[in-house]
């Protein structure tokens, strides 16, 4: 009986989009294109298969395996492109964006798809508020629904306090904990524990989100720390980096650094993440020696960001399950 | 003991939590693009019928509950049990009122029923949507009325008391809908 509840193969053969948003996601990807062509930032494609994966804990990659020569070789799809692109701007090839596939193990629900499709770009030379301010007019480019709409900026810490009512750098672990019990959230102690990262998303994916929901267009920045991934620390305040993320209607929507160039420190980064891996039992990565490699030769100064265009086109057709804009979602590959 | 991934989770499967069966009504998988991944899910415990949320650690794993819904046929009552029986097997169960609830004021003799078993043992009771009953109290109504406007309190065979339109007697058989406990109309038999 238990078996028959897991049973719920789909075997209907048609999308799961309809074509008038086939039609819209060709015409996104079309403005797209021409926003950038305007900007001179060059079209690049990298591989989706790679030697490498990513180390974060938090995401988990696809792993296959090359049996055609003597020795098996592990490979990985990609789950963002940001290593590869890292190397090309390394190797001097000026401001770059991809539109492309990445795959996440376990991430399916309204809002994810293990495929998914990412805009990802990287200018050279530009600050975060740059990349902020050009992000935002790209945004309103694709959304006409943001048109005339005011970009609201806000720290991190700001956005956290007032949802929260607590500060997440400063607050301890008991102070978010008696903020879980003011939003009627039982579980959070039992899942987050001691871990200061796991109690920010926590709270920030059930109540600060839920409070964006309201808000058109906004950019939160400096990023606790802890939070840091892939960005620098900010120079005048180690305990936040230069990190963004932008929401559209409390929707997560992209994810911008103004990218670590230190390779001394990325290693360091890199073994942290491969510890906390070997700690929670995880699949063992293969850290991304050329990625290493590559910032010794030098990265130039510059800032990234990745958006999910399934979402933005989500937000684009007003519709509220994922699979709505894919030829066909997971259910149905 | 089998057990399900939050990755399994969606609408209708059965879990085990707080030590009670319960069933899951929807799933939200919650995830902040680098950050740790959560189901927040809404739940109606099966024993109380109360809806609850929780959230859950993405990949944890929750104990599955043995629960199945199974159309049996009711037999009788025996003062302090309801007797059911499944059609094909001649397999019989026995519930008590707590797991009848409100279905033991519709329920009457070889009634088709949907019995929700949790480790073989009957958890709850749902009646047809529409069952056939005779009234066996009403006030008289008033001659010449056929217009059912306005109504009155009628006392079914089984006790349930609906609201019947004036013109409807004492020893009719009427139609009603379990869901609403609401007259449908007189019955063609």
Known sequence: MLGDQRNNSDLFWGPSCSLEILQLRAQVYASIRAFFKHRCVLEVETPLLSQASGTEPTIQFFETHDQSGLKQQALFLQTSPEFAMKRLLAASSG??????????????????NSEFTLLEWYRVGFDLEALMEETAELLVTLLPSLANQKTLKVPYKAVFKD???VDPLLASVTDFSAAADRFELPDAKSICGQDRSTWLDFLFSCVVQPVLVNTPLVMVYDYPACQASLARLKRDDKTVCERFEVFVKGIELGNGFLELTDPVEQNRRFDREIAHRQQR???AVVKDQRLIAALEKGLPHCSGIALGIDRLLMLRAGVDDISEVLSFGFGRA | MASYSTNEFKGGLKIILDNDPCSIIENEFVKPGKGQAFSRVKIRNLKTGRVIERTFKSSESVEAADVVEIEMQFLYNDGEFWHFMVPDTFEQYSADEKALGDAKIWLKDQDVCTVTLWNDQPLSITPPNFVELTITETDPGLKGDTSGGGGKPATLET?????VPLFVQIGELIKVDTRKGEYVGRSKE
């Open chain 1, 163 to 165: 949802a929260v009512g």
């Open chain 1, 281 to 283: 039992g995880l699949p």
């Open chain 2, 159 to 163: 006790g349930a008391v609906v609201r």
């Open chain 1, 95 to 112: 401001s770059i964006f991809q539109l492309c596939k990445a795959f996440r193990q376990g991430e399916v629900g309204r809002f994810h």
